[in-house]
């Protein structure tokens, strides 16, 4: 990822971390996490389809794959890959179009054209075990594997922030998360080759992902997905150790 790395050197960014490699062992429970974020079960909803009216079209998957910002054409080109005669192919030049349509500022385009039998087909699908590896090979493509890549530019080796850093890829986008690095980089005063501790720059990271969901009206509801982090690290569960015990959006979870 480039063009955050490019933000970190130019800062002079460090991080008071040694080089051990990063640990994904807890990748179980951090997906689970966002899954209570995205759809109040830790189990992934891989058949969930609405349109929930954030202007994004119809959005659907574990992760909320949307087909009005391109990563829902993304992910029926990549089940294309895996069963090339699945019965969403027929959704392709509908979900292009979109593609090829006006967006707003934030890449938005919440037209559904052509997509009227889009749900239904989306979740018959759900029996197909490459159904659902085409949903986790591209949310490793576009949330997993750059959460990785910038936890270890940063430096950092816990689990608690590959797990936020994760979820605000989910949340956010790569552009979302650029923004959201930079901020937190000037609000720790990184630069003349000062080092922050990445416990101090995660604190800071969610203060800023906070005022950024709680001043936008379609995720003003979606705080919990900071509080949660913010009490985890609160309570020195820097490993995401089980069992961990989890209040969002008015409903209590038990990840064992």
């Given at each position: 990822?480039?063009?955050v790395r490019?933000?970190?050197?130019?800062?002079?960014?460090?991080?008071?971390?040694?080089?051990?490699?990063?640990?994904?062992?807890?990748?179980?429970?951090?997906?689970?996490?966002?899954s209570?974020?995205?759809?109040?079960?830790?189990?992934?909803?891989?058949?969930?389809?609405?349109?929930?009216?954030?202007?994004?079209?119809?959005?659907?998957?574990?992760?909320?794959?949307?087909?009005?910002?391109?990563?829902?054409?993304?992910?029926?080109?990549?089940?294309?890959?895996?069963?090339?005669?699945?019965?969403?192919?027929?959704f392709?030049?509908?979900?292009?179009?979109?593609?090829?349509?006006?967006?707003?500022?934030?890449?938005?385009?919440?037209?559904?054209?052509?997509?009227?039998?889009?749900?239904?087909?989306?979740?018959?699908?759900?029996?197909?075990p490459?159904?659902?590896r085409?949903?986790?090979?591209?949310?490793?493509?576009?949330?997993?594997?750059?959460?990785i890549?910038?936890?270890?530019?940063?430096?950092?080796?816990?689990?608690?922030?590959?797990?936020?850093?994760?979820?605000?890829?989910?949340?956010?986008?790569?552009?979302?998360?650029?923004?959201?690095?930079?901020?937190?980089?000037?609000?720790?005063?990184?630069?003349?080759?000062?080092?922050?501790?990445?416990?101090?720059?995660?604190?800071?990271?969610?203060?800023?992902?906070?005022?950024?969901?709680?001043?936008?009206?379609?995720?003003?509801?979606?705080?919990?997905?900071?509080?949660?982090?913010?009490?985890?690290?609160?309570?020195k569960?820097?490993?995401?150790?089980?069992?961990?015990?989890?209040?969002?959006?008015?409903?209590?979870?038990?990840?064992?």
């Amino acid at each position: 990822m480039p063009s955050v790395r490019l933000l970190f050197l130019a800062a002079f960014f460090t991080l008071s971390l040694g080089t051990a490699a990063l640990a994904t062992s807890a990748k179980t429970t951090i997906q689970e996490l966002t899954s209570i974020f995205e759809n109040s079960t830790p189990v992934l909803q891989y058949i969930f389809v609405a349109n929930i009216g954030d202007q994004r079209g119809y959005t659907f998957g574990f992760v909320g794959f949307t087909s009005g910002t391109y990563s829902g054409t993304m992910f029926l080109e990549q089940y294309q890959k895996l069963e090339p005669g699945n019965p969403l192919v027929r959704f392709l030049p509908a979900f292009r179009a979109i593609d090829a349509g006006p967006h707003d500022s934030a890449g938005r385009n919440p037209s559904t054209a052509g997509l009227d039998d889009f749900p239904a087909a989306f979740q018959a699908c759900g029996g197909d075990p490459r159904f659902q590896r085409a949903q986790k090979l591209l949310v490793d493509r576009l949330s997993w594997n750059p959460a990785i890549q910038l936890a270890r530019q940063l430096g950092a080796h816990r689990n608690i922030t590959l797990g936020e850093l994760y979820d605000a890829y989910v949340n956010h986008g790569e552009n979302g998360v650029r923004q959201l690095v930079a901020r937190t980089n000037r609000l720790c005063h990184a630069g003349g080759g000062r080092r922050v501790s990445e416990l101090k720059w995660l604190k800071t990271f969610l203060s800023v992902r906070m005022a950024t969901l709680a001043a936008d009206p379609t995720w003003v509801h979606a705080v919990d997905r900071i509080t949660v982090y913010q009490t985890l690290l609160a309570e020195k569960n820097y490993t995401l150790r089980l069992p961990l015990s989890v209040d969002c959006y008015g409903n209590h979870f038990d990840l064992r």
